[in-house]
């Protein structure tokens, strides 16, 4: 069975940053393209962040230089460090597997003063 569990997701000030985890398990993970994604209340879910099986990475420009994707395949995780956070980044951000129709819980960032 397929699990995602994001963490991390919390409330911060303009200016701010976070980190968010996402756990994987039943996936073989070295083999899968990672991606985050956000989805702020009434819109459409956006593709933030994408990371290749051979580390490559592409951004959506309303993050590009402030976010950063990384992945650790010792421990099926991936990553989304989080810099100068901005309240238009408010949204519940999610993990997601390349090609899988598949959604955990996410985890709700909230950058507000």
């Known amino acids: 069975q397929v699990q995602l569990v994001e963490s991390g997701g919390g409330l911060v000030q303009p200016g701010g940053s976070l980190r968010l985890s996402c756990a994987t398990s039943?996936?073989?993970?070295?083999?899968?393209?990672m991606d985050w994604y956000r989805q702020a209340p009434g819109k459409q879910r956006e593709l933030v962040a994408r990371?290749?099986?051979?580390?490559?990475?592409n951004y959506a420009d309303s993050v590009k230089g402030r976010f950063t994707i990384s992945r650790d395949n010792a421990k099926n995780t991936v990553y989304l460090q989080m810099n100068s956070l901005k309240p238009e980044d408010t949204a519940v951000y999610y993990c997601?597997?390349?090609?899988?129709?598949?959604w955990g819980q996410g985890t709700q960032v909230t950058v507000s003063s």
């Open positions: 039943g996936i073989i993970f070295r083999l899968k393209s």
């Open positions: 997601h597997i390349l090609s899988y129709d598949y």
């Open positions: 990371i290749s099986t051979a580390g490559n990475t």
